[in-house]
Every structure is written in structure tokens, then in C-alpha cells.
Nanobody, 123 residues
């Protein structure tokens, strides 16, 4: 069974940093593009960043460009999202998801999802 375990969320002050991890079990991430998504209360789920299966291609939402960095370590079967200069508007539940083939920031194209981790940016 394909499963993800996200971790690294928490409460951080504005301007702070967090690193989210997405560890896969039951399958090898090598052949999957991975996306990070977030959903704030009352809002639709939105794409934050995605990375190709080899790590050679990445995409970012305009709202996080220059602040967030996605990376992957296929040997550890894990994908990361380094979040710097966090803002209150980054507050949301963050999810990772996998899809074979090309990556996209559109959540509807992803088949396998993690359970999410809460990120709260507040003073």
C-alpha cells in the first residue's frame, strides 16, 4: 500500500523557517513526480511546489518563489520542502502527493496523498 508520512510542521513566528519532510513507504519514489500542496481553512487546496522524479525540474507557486525550496533524496525515499521567511498567509495544512510522469501544480492530477501536516505562522 502506498503511503506518505509528512512531518516537520509546527508553530513558527513570521520570518522563521521550517523544513517539511515527506517519507514514502510501500513504494519507491524514484519514478514519481512529487508535489507539495496546502489548504487553509475555507480555501481550496493549492499547489506550492513540485519536483520531477529525477529532481532535475522544479516548479513553484508565485507566492513562495524565492522563499521555499523543494528537494528530494531518492536514496532515503523522501522529499523535502524548506520554507524560509514564513508569513502568516503561509498558514495551512501542507500535503505531499505523488504522480507518475510529468509534475504539475494542479492537485487534481495527483493520485497518492499524505495525511498532511499543520503549519502555523503567528507571533
Amino acid at each position: 500500500q502506498l503511503q506518505f508520512v509528512e512531518s516537520g510542521g509546527g508553530l513558527v513566528q513570521p520570518g522563521g523557517s521550517l523544513r517539511l519532510s515527506c517519507a514514502a513507504s510501500g513504494f519507491t519514489l524514484d519514478y514519481y513526480g512529487i508535489g507539495w500542496f496546502r489548504q487553509a481553512p475555507g480555501k481550496e487546496r493549492e499547489g506550492v511546489s513540485c519536483i520531477s522524479s529525477t529532481g532535475g525540474s522544479t516548479k513553484y507557486a508565485d507566492s513562495v518563489k524565492g522563499r521555499f525550496t523543494i528537494s528530494r533524496d531518492n536514496a532515503k525515499n523522501t522529499v523535502y520542502l524548506q520554507m524560509n521567511s514564513l508569513k502568516p498567509e503561509d498558514t495551512a495544512v501542507y500535503y505531499c502527493a505523488a504522480r507518475p510522469g510529468l509534475t504539475t501544480l494542479l492537485p487534481t492530477f495527483y493520485k497518492y496523498w499524505g495525511q498532511g501536516t499543520q503549519v502555523t505562522v503567528s507571533s
